[in-house]
């Protein structure tokens, strides 16, 4: 193999179906080897062009001078009891970040929690992400590497008939909508049958509230959508999240509704709600949550905050978050709680990210208590 070290291979891991084709046609080469490498990539977990045995000789020969497959390395990979996995990926730049795989169904359902940036520059008050700083976008690759690194993971070639991942939610590390042009090709990968084929229904998006984003989105793709909420009132979401004093939540709302318009099926919000001590978990939040929901189609998460050092905030007793629930579910809504997954390795996990890098030891404690149930 000759390497010319002076062109950067193009990494073939986060081109769309498009961009894949494009790069075969550049290379004068017929378009349909775009399907052939994606399904090596993604079905196959394959990242050795010598091994894709469909391509001739030449071809692949080519394809090592001047392209890769090259994934997030794997730091750690644990496992717990109640079946949750998580991987820590060192991407590009010596940086971390980590990966969730949460079970659930008597695991008919396994849902990835995926990060799009280090860091993130939104400072929302309650989130440790938040204060670390914004570090930098993940790149397309990066992001569908954690499907690719978690689906590789369980060896077995996958295609509409087995799915290690059966759902993925963007809802790591970092704010989706702030990386959009990397996390769409991504997303859009984890929609085509030679990359994921997931249904939109269960790629979900978690923005805080980057508005004229969301408008953009929902005219490219229109996978599930999540929103960040954690406050009724502007005054109190300004506190929270402070992207509210850019976009209000009216503002947010509307956006939401016109997300929902576009999608060309019967689609619900979800709205997060994380539940801090006496900052927005009582009686009446509740009723002003539910009168400011009033006629729009959505469910309500509501996820019991997670501590962190100096945050300030601390987490309502489990008797306050299951009120909280019921006054809503009186008011008529769906809202369920999402409860700390994976207890056991969390601690291993943990200390080891404690060694690795500190600054991404809150963030998994929280996503693994995230569980989205997109059907
Ligand atoms: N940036 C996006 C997605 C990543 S954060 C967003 O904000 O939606 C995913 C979810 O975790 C968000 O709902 C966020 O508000 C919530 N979150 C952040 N820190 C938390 C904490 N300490 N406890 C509970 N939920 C938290
Ligand atoms: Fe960023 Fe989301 Fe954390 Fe806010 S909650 S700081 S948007 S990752």
Redesign the pocket.
């Known amino acids: 193999m000759t390497l010319d070290t002076a062109t950067p291979r193009t990494n073939l891991l986060g081109l769309t179906r498009e961009e894949m084709e494009a790069f075969f046609v550049s290379l004068g080469e017929k378009k349909f080897r775009a399907a052939q490498v994606m399904k090596w990539i993604h079905h196959e977990g394959c990242d050795d062009f010598e091994s894709m045995t469909n391509l001739s000789k030449a071809l692949r020969t080519r394809l090592e001078e001047l392209a890769e497959v090259r994934g997030p390395r794997v730091v750690y990979e644990g496992a717990s009891e109640d079946g949750t996995r998580k991987w820590v990926l060192e991407v590009e730049d010596g940086s971390y970040v980590e990966t969730v795989l949460i079970p659930a169904e008597g695991g008919k359902r396994r849902t990835l929690c995926v990060s799009s940036q280090v860091g993130?520059s939104l400072d929302?008050s309650?989130?440790?992400t938040g204060k670390q700083g914004f570090q930098r976008n993940l790149t397309s690759a990066e992001v569908i590497g954690q499907v690719w690194v978690a689906s590789n993971s369980f060896g077995a070639r996958r295609d509409s008939t087995n799915r290690p991942v059966t759902n993925v939610v963007?809802?790591?590390m970092?704010?989706?909508l702030m990386n959009y042009n990397a996390v769409v090709p991504a997303m859009k990968l984890m929609l085509d049958d030679n990359g994921y084929g997931l249904s939109k229904r269960r790629v979900t998006l978690?923005?805080?509230g980057v508005v004229p984003m969301i408008d953009k989105l929902g005219d490219e793709l229109d996978v599930s959508l999540a929103v960040?909420l954690?406050a009724a009132n502007d005054e109190l979401r300004n506190e929270l999240v402070p992207l509210n004093r850019k976009y209000d939540i009216a503002t947010l709302l509307d956006a939401c509704r016109r997300y929902l318009a576009k999608c060309d099926d019967t689609r619900m919000l979800t709205i997060?709600y994380?539940l801090i001590k006496d900052v927005n978990d009582q009686q009446r939040h509740a009723e002003e949550l539910s009168t400011l929901l009033e006629g729009l189609p959505c469910k309500i998460n509501l996820?019991p905050?997670?501590p962190?050092p100096h945050s300030g905030y601390e987490k309502p007793s489990r008797n306050q978050v299951m009120r909280f629930q019921q006054w809503l579910e009186e008011l008529g809504h769906t809202a369920p709680v999402r409860m700390t997954r994976g207890d056991d390795i969390d601690a291993a996990c943990g200390q080891l990210v404690g060694r690795v890098k500190d600054r991404t030891k809150r963030h998994e404690r929280?996503i693994q208590s995230i569980q989205i149930d997109a059907d």
């Open positions: 993130c929302c309650f989130c440790s963007m809802m790591g970092g704010e989706p978690s923005t805080s960040s954690h997060e994380t996820i905050f997670n962190f929280y």
